[in-house]
């Protein structure tokens, strides 16, 4: 059942969790689209009026100055004609250039230009009723009234100049707060989808710490519970479920295994104490078949135990993973195995070369006296009769490497991807009456790997199969002696399985 901190403000799925982070990142950003949107409608509504107004501003200075001339040039011909009619068109003019100054004065209200231009109308407006004497005097008022046109004209332009920067320093303050909107907003999306990936993620990492930890076998005492959405919340209860059954599972293999080994190597033990009596001549003296058949029950009889042994220490070797690194001479822990395997090489009829010592390193003895017995029986096992057995060492600065090569059968190609599998059975055939178990030289890989060494299968030109035992320096504390003789062969594949 999902737990109830588990929850706590988070929605209740993954889904949720996924649409509430898409709504939320995207809100910022439309936030900002929107104000984008309303400075860039106001910029353009600004910059609409402003033309207009500047367009229509332009065209009455223009006409103002056009009218000016007009009006000039109206006056001079009735001074020249005296036509009443020139008059009348001089006096229309007056009425449409008193308007349109009024508008203009509407525009610039304190400009001196424009208040003497209506001083001067008015004058202008009564020269009409002046005699023809006083009026062509008075045309030279013209001059002043031209020239005040111009200016008001120039000071229009100037103001419309003013109002287009005030515009532009408009746009370039809304273009900046639209950067620093932007730059914000944009910041709090991004800080909002690191927040809603850090929720996602998280319970996420934590399931594959627990699977991690479930599958390496070294999980957490105190595990916390997953805080997320719940099909997550859910998959953790999952994992707490494998991982109890998985625990049950395992105590139940020990048990059958610790079981199978006391059931197997209880009447396998009266059995060799059996044909033991029968071979000290205990009921009467044998003839040379039956103690050929005796030695036959012996030997197939050590063999079934060393199977035994075998699996019991690949199942030991699977849980107690630590190393116990101790001071040893290599050599004499070969000529220890060796000599384990003395009755074996003898029946097999192999010559044994070794390698002389003292040859020392820092080592986990249990561990590299189970990778020297598996590579010693593998040979024994799959040798040529009559054949050759040969050890060789050499210690380097950061490494030991040894090296068990014999002649015989060659491993098959097909075979060396998969020899290091545990239980895996390869092409070639054992010489004897009982089969391997398959995990002899898994054992010897995992004794290497825990001592963060490596075993592998290399070339060799004098030998048909050569294993080749890397063990670093890691844990020397101390200078050992100049090398022994190096090596002969190239690292290559992996090794063949029992």
């Known amino acids: ?103 203009q004065r509407q525009l610039l209200p304190d400009d001196p230009d424009v208040a003497a231009l209506q001083e001067q109308l008015e004058e202008l407006a009564r020269l009409p009723e002046l005699p023809m004497e006083e009026f062509e005097e008075r045309l030279t008022d013209f001059l002043p009234f031209a020239q005040h046109t111009d200016a008001m004209r120039r000071a229009t332009n100037r103001q419309i100049d003013s109002r287009i920067e005030v515009i532009r320093e408009r746009a370039e303050a809304v273009q900046t707060r639209l950067w620093l909107q932007t730059a914000a907003l944009v910041s709090a999306s991004l800080v909002l989808m690191l927040l809603f990936t850090w929720l996602i993620i998280r319970p996420v990492r934590q399931l594959e710490r627990r699977v991690l930890g479930i599958g390496s ?35 139940e293999k020990q048990q059958f295994l610790r079981h199978m080994s006391h059931e197997l190597k209880t009447p396998l033990a009266s059995v060799r104490e059996g044909s033991a009596l029968l071979a000290d001549g205990v009921v009467g003296e044998l003839s040379p078949h039956q103690r050929e ?77 189970r990778i020297l017995d598996n590579l010693i029986s593998n040979a024994i096992a799959y040798g040529e009769d009559a054949g050759e057995l040969e050890i060789r060492a050499r210690r380097g600065h950061d490494r030991l490497v040894i090296e068990v090569a014999n002649s015989g059968e060659p491993i098959a190609d097909e075979d060396r991807p998969r020899l290091f599998e545990a239980f895996y059975q390869g092409r070639a055939r054992r010489k004897g009456p009982l089969k391997g178990s398959g995990i002899g030289l898994s054992v010897a890989a995992d004794c290497a790997r825990l001592q963060q060494g490596s075993l592998e299968l290399v070339n060799d030109p004098y030998y048909a199969v050569c294993f080749r035992l890397t063990l670093p320096r890691a844990h020397a504390t101390e200078q050992i002696a100049p090398d022994h003789p190096a090596l002969v062969g190239e690292a290559s594949a992996h090794a063949r399985n029992r």
């Open 293 to 369: 058949i005796l030695e036959l029950i012996d030997a197939s009889g050590g063999e079934l135990q060393r199977l035994i042994e075998q699996l019991l220490d690949y199942n030991l070797l699977q849980h107690n993973r630590q190393v116990q690194a101790e001071r040893l001479d290599v050599a004499t822990v070969v000529k220890e195995v060796l000599a384990k395997h003395r009755l074996a090489l003898d029946n097999k009829g192999m010559r044994v070369d070794c390698f002389d010592g003292p040859l020392e390193w820092l080592a986990d003895r249990t561990a590299t006296t």
């Open 217 to 251: 076998g070294r999980q957490a005492h105190v595990v916390r519970p997953i805080q997320g959405p719940a099909e997550l919340v859910q998959l953790d209860e999952r994992l707490d479920w494998l991982s109890s059954r998985l625990e049950e599972l395992e105590a």
């Open 1 to 103: 059942m999902t737990t109830r901190v588990s929850r706590r403000w988070r929605p209740r799925s993954l889904l949720q969790l996924v649409l509430l982070a898409f709504l939320v990142v995207m809100l910022p950003l439309a936030v900002l689209m929107l104000q984008a949107g309303q400075a860039l409608s106001e910029l353009s509504r600004l910059a609409d009026v402003s033309a207009r107004q500047a367009v229509e501003e332009t065209r009455r200075a223009r006409s103002l100055s056009a009218l000016a001339l007009e009006m000039e040039r109206g006056a001079r011909q009735y001074a020249v004609v005296e036509e009443e009619s020139l008059m009348e068109i001089y006096a229309e003019r007056i009425e449409e250039y008193r308007e349109l100054l009024a508008q």
